[in-house]
């Protein structure tokens, strides 16, 4: 045990407390949904034990790249979705990885890619089941519900055994600004998923898993009639930009970066910190919000909301703070040594910059858990 | 040896030709003056091989972080400087990594951690020099020349046998939009160094160094008078930013992140490729330019720019590559399966997404350099 003064910064921290109640919260919305299976995507979090808080029974997942679904299969995960376009040249890994778990996802949107995987198909031995991405709000990949080609890929991949449903992503909701928004967008994922889930079905094919998942949509979802499955990532933590969409309070923010003033330029209202964005990320995701939050909001040691300040801008590693409004600053509030906490923008960007989280409990560090990185 | 075909994706490139014609460029500006030394910073490069190429007998260099320091240290590095104001809790560890080199440099800019610093020298034993930060264009940190505080600063260092002298950064240079920007920053980062210098020297203080250094004024000096040491970092790289300002050519850009193709929007003219922000970094530095480059230009896999294509939008491990006018895409010419590179828009923030450069010559990849991280 450690306290927050004597641990090396920058340092990303995560309160205990906080992790456990956003993960409460959402287990509480699904607990009125018991059809619909919670396969937590541990892109944001990309840590073992983070997954074991989440899932401690163990459990379905969901993952960004194939090297995260061999970490995770290496420590015991073995029913393991991988939610990125799957490319004709990361077949072969797949099969690979099939091989070692008891249930391989992946997902694709084109005849081409179907084609590929249906003709690699015997390599995975049955284990791998394909979903078709689609696109439910113009976000970013995926077929439309209505697209003529949607049939044609069911077709595709029904044929060499692999089609086990759809899914789709929301991303869209990420953009929304009050609770209507919110609801308005978790309808709309589940509707279109379900409409293409219908299709495929009316077309003779079967369409198992219905799977959606965005952390506004996860939590704000009114009806999830004819979901199979929720995917959902920065729920865990939750951040800036989920709290300027309405989706939680800054107060319920998991993460944040301890830094430390070295330096001021009085004249200009600023305090210089050593968390600059290596340790924040460039992440700007509030800059289209009603409120840009700058690289951060500010928090004292113990976790509370310094009001009117803001991470204004970051170099490499250096972090300026000053008051939203631009007044001046008292130096000596914030003498050189003294810590803080920044919260971030984008809880995955920033924790990716890091290789371990410093676990946070009554204001100690209790434990250090690492993360993975790359692909 | 392997095709860029065969490795996997998404992968930071580097191209050994134009890594090695950058370096050259920064030598044959500094052969003309022949008292200033090249210390060049390792924040962007971050690897020990890309340091040998840089100084093929050692030399000195500067840090972005104690970590880094040590790092270089292991590996037979022993004339440091780390130039990010030193943190009152980081002395101590500052003291134990003085004690495995000849020489280590630090700055500050304040008389609080100046005084901080002094009490603590004699753990140092002698090999701790201390460089004044100056404040030569309002970037960030740094005293004025004309600051009252400045010989006060120098005084305390003077007593306590640390005062080496005084650095700056000309950070508002990355803001030049010709050359004549350029020239006008390089002229004052030099000018407000030697000020400083002759303020102390005036005030019968020894000032020995007077570090200056940014890429861009690095480059387009005229005169380095006064000068005797040089700092820059990523003008080894070069990239979309520094051409921007008009440092270089998006052809001498030594980095570049290469991507698959794995789907499509062709109703909106997107191409879908698996490098999102996890792998270029959520760096816009762009987007203040005359010309915004979204995430990054592409090139075919030989590294030919492909005219008028830019990344408009990255999601984490999702990149969208569209015509920048929006107009269509052939879907065909860049099929499911296609690779391409990405030019990044901040060399030294895409690098650091990344555990290792995959070096490239002759279009195959005949090495991977492995890269540092942390704190």
């Known amino acids: 045990m450690q306290g927050l003064d004597a641990i090396e910064t920058p340092a990303l921290l995560l309160e205990e407390i906080k992790l456990e109640a956003n993960l409460a919260r959402l287990r509480e919305v699904l607990s009125a949904w018991p059809q619909v299976e919670l396969r ?18 163990g459990g379905p997942i969901t993952v960004s790249t194939l090297a995260e679904a061999e970490y995770f299969a290496d420590h015991g995960f073995d029913d393991i979705l991988y939610a990125v376009g799957l490319a004709p040249s990361k077949i072969d890994r797949a099969a690979s990885l099939a091989a070692r778990v008891s249930r391989l996802g992946v997902i694709l949107d084109s005849r081409e890619a179907a084609a590929a995987l249906a003709a690699a198909a015997p390599g995975f031995e049955g284990r791998l089941r394909v979903l078709i991405e689609i696109d439910s709000d113009g976000h970013r990949s995926g077929l439309r519900p209505d697209d003529p080609h949607l049939l044609e890929v ?18 869209e909701s990420y953009g929304s600004r009050n609770f209507d928004d919110l609801k308005r967008f978790a309808r709309l994922e589940r509707d279109q998923a379900v409409l ?21 949509t996860a939590l704000f979802a009114q009806d999830l009639a004819g979901v199979t499955e929720m995917r959902a990532g920065v729920y865990m933590f939750q951040d800036l930009v989920m709290a300027g969409a309405g989706v939680c309070r800054p107060e319920d923010i998991a993460l ?39 690289y951060g909001l500010i928090c004292d040691m113990q976790g509370r909301l310094i009001d009117d300040l803001v991470v204004i801008n970051a170099n490499q590693e250096h972090g300026v703070i000053a008051r939203r409004d631009g007044g001046p600053l008292q130096s000596s509030d914030f003498p050189v040594g003294a810590r803080l906490r920044i919260l971030p923008n984008h809880a995955c960007a920033t924790a990716a910059q890091h290789k371990a989280y410093a676990l946070v409990r009554d204001g100690r560090v209790v434990d250090h858990w690492e993360r993975f990185a790359g692909w």
């Open 40 to 57: 937590p995507h541990m892109k944001s979090a990309k840590s073992l034990a983070v997954a074991r808080r989440v899932l401690p029974a």
């Open 256 to 294: 944040s970066v301890l830094c430390e003033v070295i330096g001021h330029q009085a004249d200009r209202g600023w305090v210089v910190v050593d968390a600059g964005w290596m340790a924040l990320s460039r992440d700007r995701g509030t800059q289209r919000q009603a409120v840009d939050q700058g």
């Open 154 to 171: 069911g077709e595709v991949l029904a044929e060499a055994g692999l089609l086990g449903g759809v899914l789709t992503h929301a991303g």
């Open 196 to 216: 293409a889930a219908d299709r495929l079905r009316a077309g003779g094919l079967e369409c198992k898993t219905v799977s959606i998942g965005s952390t506004p």
